[in-house]
């Protein structure tokens, strides 16, 4: 068995630094995958009668799927399977013990367990990534990160468990640059009805193409992928998805990006 964890950290990376303009970030994009199309060639080849039997990949964007798995092609994507849509995170009775043990070792009061609660809800939870399932699920990170402080001081200041999503937040600030930008996050944080894209696999080889005819779709795709967006209810038939920003912690990112491009026009 081989399992592989933060399999498209190399294109977060790529996200994070290039700058968002055409064909030279697509470009590098490609670029940046080439050596891992040759590692899963040979991957492949060992499925093939030289002992290996499964391989497990987690942390891939379906936006990074089929261009990373060129070399690889018998992989198939779980990530919108709704038998395996708790996988993506915690479910109440998971965060509700964890929560109860932290206050038993700490000696807090049964108001404490509800009050933090409430909290955990508002901001680590609202994730739904498959229409098959009514379940929303919380963040793992930002639990295991809010549980910690309140193990630690009883209280949590959110301004620090926020600080703490750097990658969604740089994700954000990059893909507000690309065409239609703007105008996404402006409807996400507004009272508007929901966000709303056709499909939510982007594959990286359609760069040039989407940021030319369909932008919002690209940005959407990856945004839903990230957490920043998530699924908030069901669509019709022929429908687009509906998404809505998830949590509190998100709508933070969100507003903090928000204020910041009101301020960069400002100066323009």
């Known amino acids: ?44 080849a060992a499925a093939a009668g030289s002992g290996l039997d499964r391989v497990f990949i987690t942390g891939v964007a379906s936006s990074a799927f089929s261009e990373l798995t060129g070399g690889y092609n018998v992989a198939e994507s779980l990530s919108l399977n709704p038998f395996y849509h708790e996988l993506c995170g915690f479910i109440a009775a998971d965060v509700k013990a964890a929560l109860d043990a932290v206050v038993t070792e700490c000696n807090l009061s049964a108001r404490d367990t509800d009050t933090a609660f409430t909290d955990l809800r508002q901001f680590c939870h609202g994730y739904r990534f498959t229409e098959l399932s009514e379940t929303q699920l919380y963040n793992p990170a930002l639990v295991f990160s809010f549980l910690k ?21 740089n994700l954000l600030g990059v893909l507000v640059q690309l065409p239609g930008g703007k ?63 998830p949590n509190a912690s998100m709508l933070k990112l969100f507003a903090d990006q928000a204020r910041l491009s009101l301020f960069s026009l400002a100066g323009a």
Do not use: C
């Open 149 to 169: 402080r309140y193990q630690a001081a009883g209280t949590v200041q959110y301004h620090s468990l926020v600080n703490e999503l750097a990658l969604e937040r």
């Open 183 to 245: 105008k996404l996050l402006v409807e996400a944080t507004s009272n508007a009805p929901d966000v709303v894209a056709s499909r939510l696999d982007m594959p990286y080889q359609a760069v040039d193409s989407l940021l030319a005819e369909q932008p919002r779709e690209f940005i959407a795709s990856l945004l839903y992928h990230y957490g920043l967006l998530t699924l908030s209810g069901q669509r019709g038939l022929f429908a687009d998805f509906p998404l809505q920003i």
């Open 1 to 44: 068995y081989l399992l592989i964890d933060e399999y498209d950290n190399f294109a977060n990376e790529i996200l994070m630094h290039a700058r968002p303009t055409g064909r030279a970030w697509h470009e590098s994009l490609l670029r940046g995958v080439e050596p891992l199309k040759t590692i899963f060639k040979t991957v492949k």
